[in-house]
Protein backbone atom coordinates (compact mmCIF):
# COMPACT_ATOMS: atom_id res chain seq x y z
CA UNK A 1 0.00 0.00 0.00
CA UNK A 2 1.39 3.14 -0.70
CA UNK A 3 2.57 5.32 2.12
CA UNK A 4 0.34 8.49 1.96
CA UNK A 5 1.24 11.29 5.10
CA UNK A 6 -0.19 14.20 2.97
CA UNK A 7 -2.37 15.65 5.69
CA UNK A 8 0.37 15.16 8.32
CA UNK A 9 2.02 18.06 6.38
CA UNK A 10 -0.89 19.88 5.21
CA UNK A 11 0.07 23.09 7.19
CA UNK A 12 3.95 24.28 7.77
CA UNK A 13 4.94 24.37 11.07
CA UNK A 14 7.90 24.12 13.73
CA UNK A 15 9.70 20.63 12.66
CA UNK A 16 6.95 20.07 10.39
CA UNK A 17 8.36 16.74 8.75
CA UNK A 18 10.07 15.75 11.52
CA UNK A 19 7.27 13.62 13.24
CA UNK A 20 7.77 11.69 10.06
CA UNK A 21 10.98 10.81 10.63
CA UNK A 22 9.74 8.06 13.14
CA UNK A 23 7.40 6.25 10.74
CA UNK A 24 8.66 3.05 9.62
CA UNK A 25 6.51 1.55 6.80
CA UNK A 26 8.28 3.13 3.41
CA UNK A 27 10.96 4.57 5.40
CA UNK A 28 14.63 4.89 4.66
CA UNK A 29 15.38 2.85 7.88
CA UNK A 30 13.65 -0.08 6.77
CA UNK A 31 15.15 -0.06 2.71
CA UNK A 32 18.53 0.92 4.33
CA UNK A 33 19.47 -0.91 7.27
CA UNK A 34 20.61 -3.85 6.34
CA UNK A 35 23.63 -2.25 4.22
CA UNK A 36 24.21 0.36 6.77
CA UNK A 37 25.36 -2.61 9.68
CA UNK A 38 27.22 -4.21 6.73
CA UNK A 39 29.28 -1.21 5.86
CA UNK A 40 29.48 -0.32 9.75
CA UNK A 41 30.67 -3.95 10.54
CA UNK A 42 33.26 -4.02 7.77
CA UNK A 43 35.02 -0.50 9.20
CA UNK A 44 34.69 -2.15 12.60
CA UNK A 45 36.55 -5.06 11.76
CA UNK A 46 39.34 -2.75 9.50
CA UNK A 47 39.62 -1.20 12.83
CA UNK A 48 40.13 -3.74 15.20
CA UNK A 49 42.77 -5.47 13.12
CA UNK A 50 45.02 -2.10 12.50
CA UNK A 51 44.90 -1.46 16.51
CA UNK A 52 45.11 -5.07 17.94
CA UNK A 53 46.61 -7.33 14.89
CA UNK A 54 49.46 -5.40 13.11
CA UNK A 55 52.84 -4.87 13.45
CA UNK A 56 54.06 -1.46 14.10
CA UNK A 57 56.20 -1.29 10.71
CA UNK A 58 52.35 -2.80 8.74
CA UNK A 59 50.81 0.08 11.22
CA UNK A 60 52.72 2.60 9.48
CA UNK A 61 52.02 0.81 5.75
CA UNK A 62 48.41 0.56 6.53
CA UNK A 63 48.73 4.54 7.64
CA UNK A 64 50.22 5.68 4.28
CA UNK A 65 47.61 3.64 2.42
CA UNK A 66 44.56 5.33 4.59
CA UNK A 67 45.56 8.75 3.93
CA UNK A 68 46.30 7.74 0.30
CA UNK A 69 42.55 6.66 -0.24
CA UNK A 70 41.31 9.75 1.67
CA UNK A 71 43.25 11.65 -0.91
CA UNK A 72 41.82 10.61 -3.77
CA UNK A 73 38.46 9.39 -2.73
CA UNK A 74 37.25 13.01 -3.77
CA UNK A 75 37.97 12.11 -7.35
CA UNK A 76 34.61 9.87 -7.87
CA UNK A 77 32.00 12.23 -8.80
CA UNK A 78 29.55 10.99 -6.59
CA UNK A 79 26.88 13.99 -5.81
CA UNK A 80 26.89 14.77 -9.80
CA UNK A 81 26.46 10.99 -11.28
CA UNK A 82 23.84 10.01 -8.78
CA UNK A 83 22.14 13.97 -8.35
CA UNK A 84 21.13 13.49 -12.34
CA UNK A 85 20.24 9.60 -11.51
CA UNK A 86 17.77 10.00 -9.69
CA UNK A 87 16.30 12.82 -11.31
CA UNK A 88 15.86 11.14 -14.48
CA UNK A 89 14.11 8.04 -11.95
CA UNK A 90 11.58 10.29 -10.74
CA UNK A 91 10.45 11.59 -13.79
CA UNK A 92 10.19 8.16 -15.72
CA UNK A 93 7.85 7.29 -12.31
CA UNK A 94 6.10 9.89 -12.11
CA UNK A 95 5.24 9.58 -15.99
CA UNK A 96 3.96 5.86 -15.64
CA UNK A 97 1.91 6.57 -12.89
CA UNK A 98 -0.13 9.00 -15.41
CA UNK A 99 0.38 6.60 -18.31
CA UNK A 100 -2.35 4.35 -16.28
CA UNK A 101 -5.13 3.76 -18.34
CA UNK A 102 -8.28 5.08 -16.26
CA UNK A 103 -11.79 4.62 -17.54
CA UNK A 104 -13.54 7.62 -15.98
CA UNK A 105 -13.56 9.66 -19.61
CA UNK A 106 -14.51 6.55 -21.68
CA UNK A 107 -17.55 5.32 -19.47
CA UNK A 108 -18.84 9.03 -19.17
CA UNK A 109 -19.18 9.00 -23.07
CA UNK A 110 -20.33 5.75 -23.37
CA UNK A 111 -22.80 6.52 -20.55
CA UNK A 112 -24.36 9.56 -22.42
CA UNK A 113 -23.68 8.39 -26.37
CA UNK A 114 -24.77 4.90 -26.48
CA UNK A 115 -28.60 5.05 -25.94
CA UNK A 116 -31.23 2.74 -25.16
CA UNK A 117 -32.88 2.02 -21.72
CA UNK A 118 -33.76 -1.58 -22.75
CA UNK A 119 -31.82 -4.93 -21.99
CA UNK A 120 -29.97 -5.05 -25.37
CA UNK A 121 -28.27 -1.46 -24.43
CA UNK A 122 -27.83 -2.63 -21.03
CA UNK A 123 -25.99 -4.93 -22.58
CA UNK A 124 -24.21 -2.82 -25.09
CA UNK A 125 -23.23 -0.19 -22.82
CA UNK A 126 -21.42 -2.96 -20.34
CA UNK A 127 -20.14 -4.94 -22.65
CA UNK A 128 -18.06 -2.11 -24.25
CA UNK A 129 -16.63 -1.27 -20.78
CA UNK A 130 -15.35 -4.57 -19.78
CA UNK A 131 -13.55 -4.66 -22.65
CA UNK A 132 -11.71 -1.59 -22.21
CA UNK A 133 -11.05 -2.95 -18.86
CA UNK A 134 -10.31 -6.21 -20.01
CA UNK A 135 -7.54 -4.78 -22.07
CA UNK A 136 -6.08 -2.42 -19.27
CA UNK A 137 -6.21 -5.69 -17.00
CA UNK A 138 -4.09 -7.20 -19.55
CA UNK A 139 -1.49 -4.60 -19.87
CA UNK A 140 -1.57 -4.42 -15.84
CA UNK A 141 -0.48 -8.12 -15.65
CA UNK A 142 2.34 -7.81 -18.32
CA UNK A 143 4.17 -5.47 -15.61
CA UNK A 144 3.19 -5.49 -12.83
CA UNK A 145 3.55 -8.58 -10.83
CA UNK A 146 1.13 -7.86 -7.95
CA UNK A 147 -1.57 -8.21 -10.74
CA UNK A 148 0.24 -11.18 -12.02
CA UNK A 149 0.09 -13.14 -8.89
CA UNK A 150 -3.42 -12.56 -8.57
CA UNK A 151 -4.29 -13.42 -12.17
CA UNK A 152 -1.71 -16.32 -12.77
CA UNK A 153 -3.52 -17.47 -15.84
CA UNK A 154 -6.51 -16.74 -18.28
CA UNK A 155 -8.30 -19.12 -16.28
CA UNK A 156 -8.49 -16.38 -13.22
CA UNK A 157 -8.94 -13.87 -15.80
CA UNK A 158 -12.10 -15.90 -16.85
CA UNK A 159 -12.94 -16.79 -13.10
CA UNK A 160 -12.83 -13.17 -12.22
CA UNK A 161 -15.50 -11.74 -15.04
CA UNK A 162 -13.56 -9.89 -16.58
CA UNK A 163 -13.65 -12.58 -19.92
CA UNK A 164 -16.55 -14.93 -21.11
CA UNK A 165 -15.06 -18.44 -22.19
CA UNK A 166 -15.73 -17.88 -25.95
CA UNK A 167 -14.33 -14.46 -25.81
CA UNK A 168 -11.18 -16.66 -24.19
CA UNK A 169 -11.40 -18.70 -27.12
CA UNK A 170 -11.88 -16.22 -29.79
CA UNK A 171 -8.36 -14.88 -27.55
CA UNK A 172 -6.65 -17.94 -27.84
CA UNK A 173 -7.74 -18.55 -31.93
CA UNK A 174 -5.61 -15.02 -32.48
CA UNK A 175 -2.53 -16.28 -32.53
CA UNK A 176 0.76 -13.50 -32.44
CA UNK A 177 3.65 -13.49 -30.99
CA UNK A 178 3.34 -10.49 -29.15
CA UNK A 179 1.37 -9.29 -26.51
CA UNK A 180 -2.07 -9.25 -27.52
CA UNK A 181 -3.55 -6.91 -25.05
CA UNK A 182 -5.02 -4.91 -27.76
CA UNK A 183 -7.27 -7.72 -29.31
CA UNK A 184 -10.40 -5.88 -26.66
CA UNK A 185 -10.20 -2.91 -27.91
CA UNK A 186 -10.54 -4.25 -31.60
CA UNK A 187 -13.75 -5.94 -30.03
CA UNK A 188 -14.75 -2.59 -28.49
CA UNK A 189 -14.71 -0.50 -32.18
CA UNK A 190 -16.72 -3.24 -33.73
CA UNK A 191 -19.24 -3.34 -31.04
CA UNK A 192 -19.30 0.37 -31.23
CA UNK A 193 -19.67 0.18 -34.93
CA UNK A 194 -21.91 -1.73 -34.63
CA UNK A 195 -24.04 0.23 -32.17
CA UNK A 196 -23.97 3.16 -35.03
CA UNK A 197 -25.39 1.11 -37.49
CA UNK A 198 -28.10 -0.08 -35.34
CA UNK A 199 -28.95 4.08 -34.40
CA UNK A 200 -27.60 3.04 -30.71
CA UNK A 201 -24.93 5.88 -31.27
CA UNK A 202 -27.04 8.95 -32.56
CA UNK A 203 -24.66 10.75 -35.08
CA UNK A 204 -21.24 10.80 -36.11
CA UNK A 205 -19.63 13.48 -33.98
CA UNK A 206 -20.72 10.89 -30.54
CA UNK A 207 -19.38 7.63 -32.56
CA UNK A 208 -16.08 9.81 -33.44
CA UNK A 209 -15.78 10.86 -29.44
CA UNK A 210 -16.35 7.41 -28.28
CA UNK A 211 -13.19 5.89 -30.75
CA UNK A 212 -11.09 9.09 -29.43
CA UNK A 213 -11.62 8.27 -26.04
CA UNK A 214 -10.65 4.20 -26.95
CA UNK A 215 -7.51 5.41 -28.58
CA UNK A 216 -6.14 7.43 -25.61
CA UNK A 217 -7.39 4.43 -23.12
CA UNK A 218 -5.33 2.04 -25.67
CA UNK A 219 -2.25 4.78 -25.88
CA UNK A 220 -1.72 4.70 -22.32
CA UNK A 221 -1.90 0.84 -22.54
CA UNK A 222 0.79 0.95 -24.90
CA UNK A 223 3.16 3.49 -22.83
CA UNK A 224 2.97 1.42 -19.78
CA UNK A 225 3.75 -2.05 -21.91
CA UNK A 226 7.26 0.23 -23.41
CA UNK A 227 8.42 1.46 -19.91
CA UNK A 228 8.51 -1.77 -18.93
CA UNK A 229 10.27 -3.08 -22.48
CA UNK A 230 12.30 0.22 -22.37
CA UNK A 231 14.41 0.39 -19.60
CA UNK A 232 16.81 3.02 -17.97
CA UNK A 233 20.10 2.26 -19.80
CA UNK A 234 21.76 -0.44 -18.43
CA UNK A 235 25.42 1.18 -18.55
CA UNK A 236 24.10 4.25 -16.45
CA UNK A 237 22.41 2.42 -13.41
CA UNK A 238 25.82 0.03 -13.56
CA UNK A 239 28.40 3.37 -13.55
CA UNK A 240 26.44 4.72 -10.56
CA UNK A 241 25.88 1.72 -8.40
CA UNK A 242 29.73 1.28 -9.05
CA UNK A 243 30.07 4.75 -8.08
CA UNK A 244 28.42 4.27 -5.00
CA UNK A 245 29.73 0.95 -3.85
CA UNK A 246 33.74 2.25 -4.89
CA UNK A 247 33.86 4.98 -2.87
CA UNK A 248 32.39 3.42 0.45
CA UNK A 249 34.63 0.55 0.08
CA UNK A 250 37.70 3.35 -0.05
CA UNK A 251 35.93 5.24 2.45
CA UNK A 252 36.60 1.96 4.65
CA UNK A 253 40.33 2.15 5.01
CA UNK A 254 40.26 5.99 3.64
CA UNK A 255 38.02 7.19 7.05
CA UNK A 256 40.05 5.24 9.35
CA UNK A 257 41.43 6.77 12.99
CA UNK A 258 45.02 7.04 12.83
CA UNK A 259 47.79 6.90 15.38
CA UNK A 260 47.26 10.60 17.12
CA UNK A 261 51.27 10.39 17.75
CA UNK A 262 52.32 9.85 14.36
CA UNK A 263 51.27 13.45 13.96
CA UNK A 264 49.00 12.84 10.47
CA UNK A 265 47.36 16.10 9.12
CA UNK A 266 43.86 15.71 9.99
CA UNK A 267 44.20 13.03 12.87
CA UNK A 268 44.26 15.00 16.07
CA UNK A 269 41.62 12.39 17.19
CA UNK A 270 40.56 9.32 17.82
CA UNK A 271 36.57 9.25 18.37
CA UNK A 272 36.54 5.43 17.21
CA UNK A 273 33.01 5.58 15.30
CA UNK A 274 32.98 7.68 11.79
CA UNK A 275 29.94 9.59 12.48
CA UNK A 276 30.08 11.83 9.52
CA UNK A 277 31.08 8.89 7.57
CA UNK A 278 28.41 6.79 8.26
CA UNK A 279 25.85 9.94 7.91
CA UNK A 280 27.88 10.42 4.48
CA UNK A 281 26.80 6.62 3.59
CA UNK A 282 23.61 7.13 4.80
CA UNK A 283 22.70 9.79 2.14
CA UNK A 284 24.50 8.66 -0.46
CA UNK A 285 23.31 5.14 0.02
CA UNK A 286 19.83 6.06 0.86
CA UNK A 287 19.85 8.68 -2.48
CA UNK A 288 20.43 5.33 -4.47
CA UNK A 289 17.74 2.59 -2.34
CA UNK A 290 15.38 5.82 -3.48
CA UNK A 291 16.10 5.20 -6.92
CA UNK A 292 16.52 1.51 -6.40
CA UNK A 293 12.60 1.33 -5.48
CA UNK A 294 11.25 4.00 -7.83
CA UNK A 295 12.85 2.37 -11.04
CA UNK A 296 10.00 -0.07 -11.07
CA UNK A 297 6.68 1.00 -9.53
CA UNK A 298 4.55 -1.81 -10.28
CA UNK A 299 6.62 -4.48 -7.83
CA UNK A 300 5.04 -4.88 -4.08
CA UNK A 301 7.16 -2.33 -2.56
CA UNK A 302 6.24 -0.07 -0.24
CA UNK A 303 5.56 3.01 -2.14
CA UNK A 304 4.99 1.12 -5.09
CA UNK A 305 1.42 1.94 -7.41
CA UNK A 306 -1.63 0.02 -6.10
CA UNK A 307 -2.61 -1.61 -8.81
CA UNK A 308 -4.91 -4.15 -7.78
CA UNK A 309 -6.65 -1.18 -6.32
CA UNK A 310 -6.61 1.01 -9.30
CA UNK A 311 -8.26 -2.49 -11.08
CA UNK A 312 -11.14 -2.89 -8.65
CA UNK A 313 -11.88 0.61 -8.36
CA UNK A 314 -11.83 0.94 -11.85
CA UNK A 315 -14.43 -1.86 -12.58
CA UNK A 316 -16.90 -1.10 -10.35
CA UNK A 317 -16.80 2.58 -11.18
CA UNK A 318 -17.21 2.29 -14.74
CA UNK A 319 -20.06 -0.78 -14.65
CA UNK A 320 -21.64 1.34 -12.12
CA UNK A 321 -21.79 4.76 -14.29
CA UNK A 322 -22.46 2.75 -18.17
CA UNK A 323 -25.24 0.29 -16.12
CA UNK A 324 -26.94 1.63 -12.84
CA UNK A 325 -26.63 5.58 -13.49
CA UNK A 326 -27.77 5.54 -16.91
CA UNK A 327 -31.07 7.64 -17.37
CA UNK A 328 -30.84 7.92 -13.50
CA UNK A 329 -31.29 11.53 -12.73
CA UNK A 330 -32.21 13.32 -9.67
CA UNK A 331 -35.59 15.56 -10.01
CA UNK A 332 -34.17 19.12 -10.79
CA UNK A 333 -35.12 21.51 -8.09
CA UNK A 334 -34.78 25.56 -7.76
CA UNK A 335 -31.31 25.84 -5.88
CA UNK A 336 -31.70 28.02 -2.86
CA UNK A 337 -29.98 30.87 -4.52
CA UNK A 338 -32.53 31.17 -7.01
CA UNK A 339 -33.34 34.91 -6.44
CA UNK A 340 -30.12 35.79 -4.99
CA UNK A 341 -28.07 37.86 -7.74
CA UNK A 342 -24.82 37.15 -5.43
CA UNK A 343 -24.74 33.69 -4.04
CA UNK A 344 -22.29 33.73 -0.86
CA UNK A 345 -21.76 30.36 0.73
CA UNK A 346 -21.47 29.74 4.40
CA UNK A 347 -18.42 29.65 6.48
CA UNK A 348 -18.00 27.61 8.95
CA UNK A 349 -17.19 29.24 11.91
CA UNK A 350 -13.17 27.60 11.48
CA UNK A 351 -12.98 29.40 8.41
CA UNK A 352 -14.11 32.58 9.35
CA UNK A 353 -10.46 33.94 9.04
CA UNK A 354 -11.44 33.93 5.03
CA UNK A 355 -13.86 36.67 5.03
CA UNK A 356 -10.98 39.07 6.66
CA UNK A 357 -8.90 39.00 3.79
CA UNK A 358 -9.95 41.57 0.95
CA UNK A 359 -10.80 40.08 -2.88
CA UNK A 360 -7.47 39.77 -4.97
CA UNK A 361 -8.33 42.48 -7.87
CA UNK A 362 -4.37 41.82 -9.61
CA UNK A 363 -0.95 42.50 -8.88
CA UNK A 364 -0.91 46.18 -10.66
CA UNK A 365 -4.72 47.01 -8.20
CA UNK A 366 -2.44 48.93 -5.43
CA UNK A 367 0.08 50.93 -8.10
CA UNK A 368 0.53 54.40 -7.41
CA UNK A 369 0.97 56.51 -9.97
CA UNK A 370 2.13 60.34 -9.66
CA UNK A 371 -1.12 62.72 -10.89
CA UNK A 372 1.30 64.58 -13.50
CA UNK A 373 2.15 61.49 -15.18
CA UNK A 374 -1.68 60.47 -15.70
CA UNK A 375 -2.34 63.08 -18.37
CA UNK A 376 -3.04 62.26 -21.89
CA UNK A 377 -0.70 63.99 -23.80
CA UNK A 378 -1.55 65.59 -27.55
CA UNK A 379 -0.75 63.26 -30.01
CA UNK A 380 0.92 66.43 -32.13
CA UNK A 381 3.78 66.92 -29.03
CA UNK A 382 4.08 62.76 -29.15
CA UNK A 383 4.45 63.55 -33.06
CA UNK A 384 7.38 66.10 -32.70
CA UNK A 385 9.23 64.04 -30.10
CA UNK A 386 9.25 61.24 -32.08
CA UNK A 387 10.39 62.84 -35.40
CA UNK A 388 13.47 64.37 -33.16
CA UNK A 389 14.51 61.61 -31.41
CA UNK A 390 14.54 59.69 -35.16
CA UNK A 391 16.89 62.29 -36.32
CA UNK A 392 19.24 61.88 -33.71
CA UNK A 393 19.34 58.29 -33.68
CA UNK A 394 19.94 58.33 -37.05
CA UNK A 395 22.89 60.72 -36.77
CA UNK A 396 24.45 58.97 -34.10
CA UNK A 397 24.00 55.49 -36.13
CA UNK A 398 25.96 57.08 -38.56
CA UNK A 399 28.96 58.17 -36.83
CA UNK A 400 28.65 54.84 -34.60
CA UNK A 401 29.10 52.89 -38.15
CA UNK A 402 32.02 55.51 -39.38
CA UNK A 403 34.04 54.59 -36.55
CA UNK A 404 33.38 50.50 -36.82
CA UNK A 405 34.61 51.24 -40.21
CA UNK A 406 38.07 51.74 -39.12
CA UNK A 407 40.06 49.70 -37.11
CA UNK A 408 41.27 52.77 -35.15
CA UNK A 409 38.38 54.67 -33.47
CA UNK A 410 41.03 56.82 -31.54
CA UNK A 411 43.47 57.18 -34.34
CA UNK A 412 41.04 57.50 -36.65
CA UNK A 413 39.09 60.50 -34.52
CA UNK A 414 42.54 62.13 -34.20
CA UNK A 415 43.40 61.82 -37.69
CA UNK A 416 40.07 63.81 -38.91
CA UNK A 417 40.59 66.36 -35.93
CA UNK A 418 44.08 66.92 -37.26
CA UNK A 419 42.79 67.22 -41.12
CA UNK A 420 40.02 69.53 -39.92
CA UNK A 421 43.06 71.30 -37.74
CA UNK A 422 44.96 72.04 -40.92
CA UNK A 423 42.01 73.12 -42.76
CA UNK A 424 41.19 76.00 -40.17
CA UNK A 425 45.36 77.20 -40.15
CA UNK A 426 44.69 77.41 -44.08
CA UNK A 427 41.64 79.45 -43.90
CA UNK A 428 43.46 81.43 -41.48
CA UNK A 429 46.34 82.18 -43.64
CA UNK A 430 44.27 82.60 -46.58
CA UNK A 431 42.80 85.01 -44.91
CA UNK A 432 45.95 87.18 -43.20
CA UNK A 433 48.19 86.37 -46.62
CA UNK A 434 46.55 85.17 -50.00
CA UNK A 435 49.57 84.67 -51.32
CA UNK A 436 50.65 82.08 -49.31
CA UNK A 437 53.36 79.42 -50.96
CA UNK A 438 53.21 75.67 -52.67
CA UNK A 439 55.31 74.27 -49.84
CA UNK A 440 52.43 75.06 -47.10
CA UNK A 441 49.83 72.91 -49.78
CA UNK A 442 52.76 70.17 -50.00
CA UNK A 443 52.67 70.91 -45.77
CA UNK A 444 48.90 69.82 -45.58
CA UNK A 445 49.24 67.51 -47.91
CA UNK A 446 51.83 65.56 -45.57
CA UNK A 447 50.28 66.13 -42.53
CA UNK A 448 46.57 64.70 -44.12
CA UNK A 449 48.81 61.66 -45.34
CA UNK A 450 50.36 61.41 -41.43
CA UNK A 451 47.16 61.35 -40.48
CA UNK A 452 45.63 59.14 -42.31
CA UNK A 453 48.19 57.01 -41.78
CA UNK A 454 47.69 57.12 -37.43
CA UNK A 455 43.97 56.76 -38.32
CA UNK A 456 43.94 54.15 -40.56
CA UNK A 457 41.81 55.88 -42.46
CA UNK A 458 39.81 53.41 -44.84
CA UNK A 459 40.04 53.76 -48.96
CA UNK A 460 37.56 55.94 -50.27
CA UNK A 461 36.75 57.95 -47.35
CA UNK A 462 37.54 61.59 -48.33
CA UNK A 463 38.33 64.86 -46.36
CA UNK A 464 34.91 66.46 -47.38
CA UNK A 465 32.99 63.79 -46.13
CA UNK A 466 34.72 63.27 -42.77
CA UNK A 467 34.58 66.63 -42.25
CA UNK A 468 31.12 66.81 -42.91
CA UNK A 469 30.48 64.13 -40.84
CA UNK A 470 33.04 65.53 -37.69
CA UNK A 471 31.22 68.54 -37.78
CA UNK A 472 27.45 67.24 -37.72
CA UNK A 473 28.21 65.38 -34.89
CA UNK A 474 30.14 68.23 -32.82
CA UNK A 475 29.27 71.59 -34.44
CA UNK A 476 32.47 71.78 -36.08
CA UNK A 477 30.64 73.06 -39.58
CA UNK A 478 29.60 76.26 -38.16
CA UNK A 479 32.97 77.30 -37.10
CA UNK A 480 34.01 76.85 -40.82
CA UNK A 481 31.47 79.11 -42.17
CA UNK A 482 31.94 81.44 -39.66
CA UNK A 483 35.97 81.80 -40.63
CA UNK A 484 35.55 81.78 -44.38
CA UNK A 485 32.83 84.55 -43.61
CA UNK A 486 35.25 86.82 -41.87
CA UNK A 487 37.51 85.98 -44.85
CA UNK A 488 34.56 87.45 -47.62
CA UNK A 489 34.92 90.74 -45.29
CA UNK A 490 38.11 91.14 -45.03
CA UNK A 491 38.81 91.12 -48.83
Known amino acids: MTVTYTARVANARF?????????????????????????????????????????NDQKRYFEKLSIYCNHYA????????????????VNRWWNQ?????????????????VQGGDEHGRLLRRTLMRYASLSALLILRSVSTAVFKRFPTMDHVVEAGFMTREERKKFESLHSPYNKYWIPCVWFTNLAAGA????????????????????????????LFHYDMISIPLVYTQVVTLAVY????????????????????????????????????????????????????????????ETN????????????????????????????????SNPRPPYTAATLFVLRKPSFQGSTFDMAIPKEDMHFQPLEEIAENFEESVTRNHNLALFNRLLGSAPSPTGFMGGA??????????????????????????????????????????????????????????????MTRRMKMSTMMKN
Open 246 to 305: SFFLVCLIGRQFLDPSQGYPGHDLDLYVPIFTLLQFFFYAGWLKVAEQLINPFGEDDDDF
Open 15 to 55: CGFSKLLLAWKGSIYKVLYKEFLAFFAMYTAISITYRFFLE
Open 74 to 89: SLIPMSFVLGFYVTLI
Open 309 to 340: WLIDRNFQVSMMAVDEMYGDLPKMERDRYWND
Open 417 to 478: LRRTSAQLQRLTRVSSDPSFSDAEDEEEKSVGRNAGTAGSMPSGLGLDTTQSTICSCGGLIT
Open 196 to 223: RCEGRIKDDNTYKLLLEELNDFRGKCSM
Open 97 to 113: YTSIPLPDRIMCTLSGG
